[in-house]
């Protein structure tokens, strides 16, 4: 059996695991700000020579650029292999991909369509798979995510916080919400009320808060959710390969725009944080650009360090959380 360590999603990872990760992120970002990002550089091309595989079946900005510089950082050549580019599904076979690629690189940081196929990616791959996006989670972003939170409150403020979540019930939220429970951040989940979060993830995350003494409470109602909490989040409401539902999922979250109205429910000075790309019908321009409130871009630059962290425990250590 396989002892390689995988990164598929938030909530198999440890407590401690997973603050391991947001923790040595911060450490990769101070090192970068601090301009010793040279020094360091040379000094950790564990990678040199060595080649690391991105298979992105969907498009992406931030999770290419990240995954990319990070690998560069460890002295490891990133290998862009998108849809078009492979014979994978169209001329060979999942299985067949998977054995060849690992064979020749040091790791597969794959964004897909559905989990069932990070599951076989881990089932057949001779090297760490990081899952950088699929149908049901997105752990880099909420390792992201985390380190931005962090940043912002600080270490001893973190159980005090309450995350709201405005929009759907998919890959962002399944992680985010383990993610802030794993520091004891509550959470708070609106979504339509024909949309539900999935049950088996909202009863493991219900034990979770449990544990870590916070709440997870999910509704149907945005209002309700936003009033009183410090953290408000949303994500695009037609995730990629949703395109063609597009006016009906609109219709579906009619009410569900974080706008002046929402906002004003939230704490005075709450925070609003989005993964990008983003769309005004999830988020009103006002909110999006308050710069007094909105912290994206400080989010979205995060991603960097969240791949470094990534990289560095499940590629340079062998997923080893202890070096
Ligand atoms: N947030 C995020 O994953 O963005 P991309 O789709 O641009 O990678
Ligand atoms: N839910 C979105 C996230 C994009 C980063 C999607 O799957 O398209």
């Known amino acids: 059996m396989s002892t390689i360590r995988h990164l598929t999603n938030i909530k198999d990872l440890t407590d401690l695991e997973f603050q391991t990760l947001v923790f040595k992120a911060q450490e990769f970002k101070k090192t970068f700000k ?12 564990k990678l040199l020579g060595r080649t690391g595989a ?3 079946s969907k498009r992406s900005t931030r999770t290419r650029i990240s995954n990319e510089g990070a690998l560069s950082f460890f002295g490891c050549k990133p290998m862009f292999l998108g849809k078009d580019d492979i014979q994978l599904g169209v001329n060979e076979s999942f299985y067949d991909s998977i054995k060849v690629i690992s064979s020749m690189t040091s790791c597969i940081m794959a ?8 599951q076989e990616l881990v089932k057949h791959s001779s090297v760490p798979i990081i899952n950088c996006l699929c149908d049901m989670y997105h752990p880099l972003q909420a390792i992201c995510d985390l380190l931005t939170i962090l940043e912002k409150y600080g270490v001893d403020n ?35 009320s024909d949309i539900k979060m999935d049950e088996t993830l ?7 808060a449990k544990k ?9 109602d945005a209002k309700y959710s936003a009033t009183g909490s410090d953290i408000l989040v949303t994500d ?21 725009q974080i706008n002046d109205e929402i906002a004003a429910l939230a704490k005075p000075d709450y925070t609003f944080m989005h993964c990008l790309p983003r769309h005004t019908e999830e988020v009103s321009d006002s909110v999006f650009y308050d710069e007094k409130h909105s912290i994206v871009f400080q989010e979205a630059e995060n991603r960097l360090y969240a791949a470094m962290a990534t990289l560095d425990v499940f590629v340079n250590n062998k997923g080893d959380f202890n070096k």
């Open 158 to 192: 973190l159980k005090n916080l309450t995350l709201c979540w405005i929009g759907d019930a998919n890959n962002v939220i399944n992680d985010l919400m383990f993610a802030c429970l794993k520091f004891g951040i509550s959470v708070k989940i609106a979504t339509p």
């Open 111 to 118: 964004r897909v369509n559905k989990n069932s196929e990070i």
């Open 236 to 256: 695009t409401f037609i995730s990629m390969g949703e395109e063609w539902q597009k006016t009906a999922k609109l219709k579906q979250f009619e009410g569900f």
């Open 202 to 208: 909202a009863k493991e995350a219900a034990e979770l």
């Open 54 to 56: 991105l298979l992105f």
């Open 212 to 220: 870590n003494g916070c709440v997870f409470e999910c509704n149907h």
């Open 34 to 45: 601090e301009g010793n990002a040279e020094d360091f550089a040379a000094n950790n091309k």
